[in-house]
């Protein structure tokens, strides 16, 4: 598991949410980037939680792609209209913004990888903010030190699912709705203003099809949606 995180200019409409948006090499020689695709992309999925926010003009992001495509990260971000800052190949100006002592640079880091211990366990190897995302943290107010994991809900609850054992009986319907939306072709999510559990917004199938949906082809949403 791979957690970056970035400072993207605006604030995502959905606090979290899972980006499913195909992607394929596009633009002429000197100057390739990634652009978003139909059928013919790669399939590039991530899951992102907003850490915190500073009004509507900046936000703290943690990521966590579940696919490796190159410049995923950045093109997911720009997708939501909240592009990372600093990165004009991307964002254009609008990944910019006009204030005294931000650095220019790409504010996209690779916070936290976690992988099997072959002794038994997790091996989970942290890396510190480079300086000029530190100054940027220290700029809005944003509280670099902090611990807590905005994805541990959403793999408890998936990886039950994927072993068929269900949710436990104290968690309520809209985590069971939300966590079977993000594994297959649902809408966004959102987490409520008064309440740290998932609020799931236009869901209207019963649970048995999303059960019965993990253990085949999803379909439905295509490889371009945004939820």
């Not at 994927?162 to 999510?189: C, F, M, N, Y």
Request: aromatic letters at 8%; charged letters at 25%.
């Amino acid at each position: 598991r791979k957690v970056y995180w970035a400072i993207v200019v605006g604030v995502p409409k959905l606090k979290r949410g899972k980006i499913s948006l195909a992607l394929a090499k596009g633009g002429g020689a000197g100057r390739e980037k990634m652009v978003p695709a139909g059928e013919e992309g790669r399939r590039a999925v991530t899951v992102y939680a907003v850490m915190e926010a500073a009004g509507r003009r900046a936000a703290w992001l943690a990521l966590m792609p579940e696919t490796g495509r190159t410049h995923q990260l950045r093109v997911h971000c720009a997708a939501l209209g909240t592009p990372i800052l600093g990165d004009g190949k991307y964002g254009g100006q609008a990944a910019f913004l006009a204030a005294e002592g931000l650095s220019r640079k790409l504010h996209l880091h690779a916070r936290e990888i976690v992988i099997p211990h072959p002794r038994g366990g997790v091996l989970r190897v942290t890396a510190p903010l480079p300086e000029h995302m530190r100054r940027t943290w220290a700029f809005f107010g944003f509280d670099p030190d902090r611990t807590d994991d905005p994805f541990a809900e959403f793999e408890e609850c998936r990886s039950r699912f994927l072993q068929g054992k269900g949710l436990p009986v104290d968690r309520p319907v809209t985590v069971r709705q939300a966590i079977s939306d993000l594994e297959t072709a649902g809408k966004h999510l959102v987490d409520s203003d008064d309440s740290p559990k998932f609020k799931q917004i236009e869901y209207n199938r019963p649970l048995t099809r999303y059960q019965r949906l993990l253990r085949g082809p999803v379909g439905g949403s295509g490889p371009n949606s945004l939820r």
